[in-house]
């Protein structure tokens, strides 16, 4: 996941059991539970309730947040959305932020957070644990304002039951450095195949999630492999997605995690392609770095995260009250332009104080985001649907990832 501040990369959380059943009956997105509905994947999500109705505030909730999400004035005096909703509410916030998503499912674990900020990739994981219950979406006022698009998708929902009210959007994009890589790059071929060309001087972004990112070029350039889904990876696929990485690694300079180091890097010359956030190559160019960003052919990876509500809170009323606020207009435009990304809410693109960050970033752009394959949990039952072999899970991806670090 992306963070305008220091990413702690820390050893991965042991990855949900995921109960693999043959496909129940589904629920309805407004219904009161998710009896037997059956995940894309094939797993069986826990019975749970969702609420029928708000309640009276309980006076405090705890927020389990990526950094630059949720921000009360600590930070900066001018940045603060979230005073505002504790006097209207009476909802005091607390706010923990996280470093990965491994991180955020091991916390959410604890039961000691209401709300959460999770992206695509931790999403799956803690439906499936039973750690997020289904939201009832009639209690969010500002749901209908949210782009269709991000409505009932495979990381968010299960048989049309969301699990949560996605937040924003962003693709993983390929940055170069104009003077040194030429001619312009149009393909992830540039930092995998073609990677030599700027050998010691290329850049990757540094978690097992990264794996989707090979994946996804050898769906375009190895049709043979039967790569349909670059998160459901049968072990002939994940291997091959692992060797293009050990290959790509003789001429990676750093796997980057951290925002402002990669910005350096382009800076000094040290790092002149890889993988890269539009808000990273927007600070980047401000600071006069003679980079540029594209959406290579091959489409990209990217993420559309979502905030779920602990199936442990004591707190859901404040809750659901504090989901509402944060993807409300004013609130989730002043978010997307202090973080870098497309909100979720359409009507933010009126309340942004730069009238051309929705365009900057896609935010309205749906044939840009037909190319984008939003982060998911892999898991053992194909998310591509295939039922005659088994695919490769997160705890498996993970192990992966630590044999391409150490090559």
């Known amino acids: 996941m992306r963070t305008t501040t220091t990413l702690r990369v820390g050893a991965a959380a042991a990855v ?31 019975d749970l309730k969702q609420m ?46 996280f470093g990965t998503s491994d991180e955020a ?10 709300v959460v900020s999770a992206s695509g990739d931790a999403t799956l994981r803690l439906i499936a644990a039973g750690d997020v219950e289904p939201v009832n979406t009639g209690l969010v006022t500002n749901y209908p304002d949210i ?41 992830w071929g540039a930092v995998f195949d073609q990677a030599g060309a700027q050998a010691g001087k290329v850049t990757a972004y540094d978690s097992p999630i990264y794996i989707a990112d090979a994946a996804l070029y050898l769906m375009a350039t190895k ?18 997605a692992v060797d293009l990485l050990k290959a790509q690694s003789a001429n990676v300079s750093e796997y980057w ?20 956030w539009q808000v990273i190559a927007n600070v980047a160019q401000s600071e006069k770095a003679p980079v540029e960003v594209v959406l290579p052919k091959e489409g990209a990876t990217g993420w559309s995260d979502t905030w779920m509500l ?13 989901i509402d606020h944060i993807v409300s207009p004013k609130t989730n435009a002043a978010i997307a332009e202090y973080f870098g990304e497309a909100p979720a809410n359409k009507k ?23 190319k984008v394959h939003y982060w998911n949990t892999p898991i053992e039952a194909c998310l591509d649907g295939r039922t005659d072999v088994k695919c490769t899970d997160y705890a498996t991806w993970t192990k992966a990832w630590t044999e391409v670090r150490n090559s």
């Open 348 to 370: 933010a693109c009126d309340e942004t104080v730069n009238p051309d960050h929705c365009e900057i970033f896609h935010a309205e752009d749906e044939e840009y985001f037909s």
């Open 223 to 240: 049709p043979e492999l039967g790569i349909k889904d670059p998160y459901a990876l049968d072990e002939k696929q994940l291997a091959a």
């Open 147 to 187: 782009f269709e698009s991000l409505k009932n998708k495979p990381w968010n929902s299960v048989e049309d039951q969301m699990y949560g009210i996605p937040h924003g959007r962003g693709a993983n994009l390929l940055m170069y450095n104009t003077e040194e890589v030429t001619p312009a790059p149009d393909s």
């Open 310 to 322: 602990s199936a442990k809170s004591q707190a859901k009323t404040c809750g659901y009250k504090f």
């Open 52 to 97: 029928d109705a708000l309640g009276t505030p309980e006076g405090k909730v705890s927020v389990l947040a990526w950094p630059g999400y949720v921000e009360d004035g600590t930070n900066d005096k001018t940045v603060d959305w979230v005073s505002d909703f504790e006097k209207e509410t009476g909802c005091e916030v607390t706010v923990k932020t």
């Open 257 to 276: 995690s951290d925002y402002l180091k990669e910005i350096q890097a382009f800076k000094a010359g040290s790092s002149t392609i890889g993988t890269t």
């Open 16 to 46: 949900a059991a995921l109960a693999l059943t043959a496909c129940g009956s589904g629920s309805d997105a407004d219904s009161g539970s998710a009896d037997g509905a059956t995940a894309a994947g094939g797993f069986q999500v826990p």
């Open 105 to 114: 499912v091991q916390l959410m674990r604890t039961g000691q957070y209401d």
